[in-house]
C-alpha cells in the first residue's frame, strides 16, 4: 500500500523562533488530532534542520530540507551536501520544486544528479515536476511533465525508484490563489502513474506515492486527496499556519 504524506514546505520563512513556535504547535495538534497512517514532513529552512528535529524528538512528525547539492564536498560556497544532511540524520529532502527550476535554473540532468545523491545518502527525495501556466494553455502540459520525471528519474533502477517520492505541482496554482480542479489534479497524477508503469511495469508504479502541490488547504483537501491516484500533498502557504496545515492533514482519510 502506497504511503501517505502530507508534507509542509516552509520555504524561506520564519526566524528560528517563529519555526520553534510553529513546530510546537503541529507537533500537539497532530499528536491530538490526526489519526492514521498519513506520515507528516515538515520541509524547514536549512539552518533550522537540527534545531526543529531536535524538537520534533520521538514524535511521529519527521523533518525535511528543501534542497541538496548534486556534489559531496567542496568549494561550492553555500550549498548544502546530501552527506550532510544524512550526517544529521534528515530523512527527506525536497528536488526541483519549481522555485528551484525557474529561479536558479535547475533542469532534468542537474536533478537526476541530486536524486542519486540523495539516495545514496539513504534520504528520500521528493521530486517535484509540473508545468507553468503557459504550457497547460498550450495543452502540452503532459508532454512536459513526462519529459521532466523521464529526465530525472528513468536512470534509476526500479528499487531505486521506489525509493522516491513524486510531487506534481501545477506552477499555475502556486502562490496564486488559483488550485487545480481535484480532476484535474487526478488526470495528471494518472500521467504520471502511467508513464512510470510504461517503463517499471504497473506493480512498481503502483508502489510510488505521488502528491499534490498546488496551493492545497482546508477547503480542497480532502476532496483532492480522495482521488484514486493523489496520495497527499506538498503544502506551501498553508504549512505556515498551524491550524490550517494541521485541518489540511486532516483532509487525508
Known sequence: MRQKIVAGNWKMNKTLEEAKILASEVMAMVADEVKGNVKVVLCVPSPYLVPLKNQLGNSSIKIGAQNCSEHDWGAYTGEVSALMLKSMEI???ILGHSERRQYFGENGKLLGAKVDKALAAGI???FCCGEPLEIR???THEQLVKQQVEEALFHLSAEALQKVVIA???VWAIGTGKTATAQQAQEMHAVIRKQLASKYGEAVANEISIL???SVNSKNAEELFS?????GGLVGGASLKSREFVDVIKGMK
Open 227 to 231: 482521488c484514486p491516484d493523489v496520495d
Open 91 to 93: 530523512p527527506y529532502v
Open 212 to 214: 499534490y502541490g498546488g
Open 137 to 139: 494553455e498550450a495543452g
Open 168 to 170: 506534481y505541482e501545477p
Open 124 to 126: 528520500t527525495p521528493i
